[in-house]
């Protein structure tokens, strides 16, 4: 679980990087998919993440507005004041933790129960899903996107018998 969480940050920060030589209009045009464009999908993949990690915990989420965040420098800046919680949650993951249940109350009413894991993983598998969305939007505006190579990351670095 922590090998995927620190391969997203990783690939997150390739993002931010990868945004610099992108014009404001560029990261800021509405697009079809994602959440609307390249900025706001960053700040919707941060803001997400936070979220579920935070509900699963019985912590209160707010629901930030991309408005108040319409630059690259601040979309990154609310990523790094949500990393340290999230980051703590995910190093302190045990194995008792998979099967702990999750209740939520939709808009609806209706009540939803998941597992601790299955929202774990679905935090991950949402962020690699946007990233895709951020590839195609990369080619658009003719530009090489971020690897999303998990391979060579040295993420297993830690591994017995890895030099």
């Not at 993002?15 to 509405?30: G, S």
């Not at 390249?38 to 935070?54: G, Q």
């Not at 630059?71 to 990393?83: E, H, I, Y």
Request: one cysteine or more.
């Amino acid at each position: 679980m922590q090998t995927l969480f620190r391969y997203n940050w990783m690939v997150r920060e390739e993002w931010y990087k990868w945004c610099e030589n992108l014009p404001e209009a560029e990261l800021l045009k509405p697009r079809t998919g994602g959440a609307g464009g390249i900025l706001k999908t960053l700040f919707h993949i941060a803001d997400v993440e936070w979220s579920w990690i935070m509900s699963i915990q019985g912590k209160p989420d707010f629901q930030e507005d991309f408005e108040q965040y319409r630059n690259l420098q601040k979309v990154r800046d609310l990523d790094a004041t949500f990393r340290p919680e999230v980051e703590q949650f995910v190093r302190a993951w045990n194995e008792g933790l998979e099967r702990k249940i999750f209740e939520d109350r939709r808009p609806d009413g209706s009540m939803v129960t998941d597992a601790w894991g299955e929202v774990m993983r679905h935090v991950i598998a949402h962020e690699i899903h946007h990233v895709g969305q951020l590839s195609i939007w990369a080619r658009e505006v003719g530009k090489t996107p971020v690897s999303a190579n998990l391979i060579g990351k040295g993420l297993m670095d830690s591994l017995p018998g890895r030099l």
